[in-house]
């Protein structure tokens, strides 16, 4: 059962410190999405990939947030520094069938973060 | 403008009855694909049902259906014999094809409590 999978599944931080979140996307998906999920806002999508490359990150703010694909398995989104307004829970999803009509997004388990 | 609508924040329904999630949507591409998530308390997001604009035919998924209404651009979400693990948040989203751009559109979810 291919699931993507989530590293950590709850963070727990002070103001200022650095926070690497991590995704495995489910293998053989090469398009993959970060996304934030608050009370208020509702579900953002934050930036996502494809093949690896950057397609877009209009909805992450530049200045404390970066997402890389170092490589087709691994997806990290760091905060550096980390605020409280961050808090949040930090989705990844992946998804198959790149440009075909029913292209499905798969979504990992989240990380809960908790910024102090 | 919101471009997906739910209108129920909230529903109660008596467990094994059918239960109709609403949700209406504005585009003016006419391509389109229409997606229904899960998200129960513990928190993942769980694919459900994918609806695609040029669909002749309602999809269904077991006890899910999706009614699709292209002319009033709703697609409401069919649950039947509702169980008590439906108790759940429901959300809708809308992909629209034009371009390459592959974000899902989300709507601000219905949360549902199935009553034993």
């Known amino acids: 059962d291919a699931r993507v999978t989530q590293t950590p599944r709850h963070k727990v931080t002070e103001m200022g410190q650095e926070v690497t979140m991590r995704c495995q996307p489910i293998?053989?998906?090469?398009?993959v999405f970060w996304y934030r999920q608050t009370m208020m806002q509702g579900l953002e999508l934050l930036a996502y990939?494809?093949?690896?490359?950057?397609?877009?990150d209009s909805g992450m703010p530049k200045d404390r947030f970066s997402a890389e694909m170092p490589d087709a398995t691994l997806a990290t989104l760091k905060i550096q520094p980390s605020e409280p307004r961050d808090s949040a829970v930090y989705f990844c999803?992946?998804?198959?069938?790149?440009?075909?009509?029913?292209?499905?997004?798969?979504f990992g388990p989240g990380t809960r973060l908790l910024v102090l | 403008a919101q471009k997906i609508t739910q209108t129920q924040p909230g529903m109660f329904v008596q467990e094994k009855e059918a239960v109709t999630l609403d949700c209406t949507y504005d585009t003016s591409d006419q391509s389109y694909g229409l997606f229904w998530y899960k998200q129960p308390s513990s928190g993942e997001m769980i694919f459900l049902i994918y609806q695609g604009s040029y669909d002749e035919q309602n999809a269904t998924e077991g006890r899910y259906s999706l009614n699709f209404q292209k002319a009033r651009k709703s697609a409401n979400l069919v649950i039947s014999a509702s169980q008590l693990g439906d108790s759940a948040m429901y959300f809708c989203a809308m992909r629209e094809f034009s371009g390459s751009n592959y974000q899902l559109i989300w709507g601000a979810g219905t949360k549902l409590i199935i009553k034993p």
């Open positions: 293998l053989g998906h090469n398009t």
């Open positions: 990939f494809r093949n690896r490359a950057p397609l877009d």
């Open positions: 999803a992946s998804s198959d069938r790149p440009g075909r009509d029913q292209e499905t997004q798969y």
